[in-house]
């Protein structure tokens, strides 16, 4: 008779998810908003949104990951960040429509799963919807055998935001004269991190450990900084902010100022932003040192020290700047709306 072999032994533990997410229960439900129903568990998440307090309710959604900043948590063993920015990702892009994030959802994918690194990175993305006011309902836990290298994972996340039709900012009412306002990034959030690693770590992984005097931290510690999470700020200056006064918002996210900032103009016109108007973290200029990298590549890469952006009347500037700094967030008007179709984004 042959002897048994179990998905156990195929290397697939399906008790073990469950037994770190029990012992996360409390945590997670301290996310729950109150339209929550429903027991964790189920097959699928239950969420009653309160249509009643929206005249012309509109569903928002959005789906991103991590990227190749997970290649640091993995060097480093340090993993309770990478949940935190995973939620970022996906409720900043919410809010750029001006959208409230009500529920996340996450996919957490391994060849064999860490007890103690899932754990991690779930804390770390109960952190974040609690940061973000958005409950988490569900999620996927995946061991795939064999499929990823052993110690390495993957994340992606998926994101439902709610907001009224009448109140949806689409840049449409963008317009000449209008002010850009840059709102302070915590340091490189999400993005770029292929070419850092093509920076900082082509010859070997010690300089993760290395501590430089310019930013204050090791390597490791900067690199692994979490993305910012803006929305309960700019949540609260659109509620300061009269509709008309607030025009259009941009996440900085891949593809830095040049691929972004565009995106929610008309087609008319372009954006003209002035280098020095704001601070750079000293991250950046060193990564363009050592990279021998021009302006025009920092910033079609980078977010430079500006992580979001909103789009106002110049008369609306004053309220959106102090009210940030009243959730502790920095700001700076860094440029103009111009006329213009052949450059959507000048640098100057």
């Known amino acids: 008779m042959n002897e048994k072999i179990t998905y156990k032994d195929a290397g697939v533990d399906v008790e073990l998810a469950d037994r770190v997410i ?32 929206h005249r012309d309710p509109v569903l928002v959604s959005a789906t991103d990951g991590v990227g190749t900043k997970l290649k640091i948590a993995f060097l480093t063993g340090i993993h309770d960040t990478v949940g935190i920015d995973l939620v970022a990702m996906n409720v900043n892009d919410i809010l750029v429509s001006g959208s409230t994030p009500i529920l996340f959802m996450d996919y957490f994918s391994t060849s064999k799963l860490d007890p103690a690194v899932f754990e991690a990175v779930l804390d770390g993305i109960c952190v974040g919807c609690k940061e973000a006011g958005c409950a988490l309902v569900g999620g996927e836990t995946a061991e795939m055998p064999g499929f990823y290298q052993d110690g390495e994972y993957d994340l992606a996340g998926f994101c439902v935001g709610l907001n009224d039709d009448y109140d949806l900012i689409d840049g ?33 992984t010690d300089l993760l450990g290395r ?8 390597l490791g510690q900067e690199l692994l900084i979490p993305t910012r999470i803006y929305v309960k700020p700019v949540l609260d200056v659109r509620r300061a902010v009269p509709q008309h006064g607030l025009t259009a918002m941009a996440h900085i996210t891949g593809g830095g100022f040049t691929g972004n900032i565009p995106r929610v103009i008309p087609d008319n016109l372009s954006v003209s932003i002035q280098t020095g108007s704001w601070t750079v973290p000293p991250i950046f200029n060193l990564i363009q040192h050592l990279a021998n990298l021009d302006d025009s590549a920092m910033f079609e890469t980078f977010n430079m020290g500006v992580g979001f952006v909103i789009i106002s009347e110049m008369w609306a500037a004053d309220v959106i700047t102090e009210k940030l700094l009243t959730h502790g967030v920095n700001s ?13 984004l000048i640098i100057a």
């Open 211 to 218: 501590y430089y005097p310019e930013l204050g931290k090791t």
């Open 172 to 204: 449409s009412k963008v317009k000449v004269g209008n002010v850009v306002i840059g709102l302070e990034s915590s340091g490189l959030h999400s993005n770029g991190y292929s070419l850092v690693r093509k920076v900082f770590l082509d010859g070997g």
């Open 332 to 344: 700076w008007i860094i440029g103009e709306v111009v006329r213009g179709e052949e450059q959507r």
């Open 22 to 53: 029990g012992s996360l229960a409390d945590r997670i439900k301290s996310t729950f908003r109150p339209e929550v129903i429903g027991k964790m568990g189920g097959f699928a998440a239950m969420f009653r949104p309160k249509w009643g307090e």
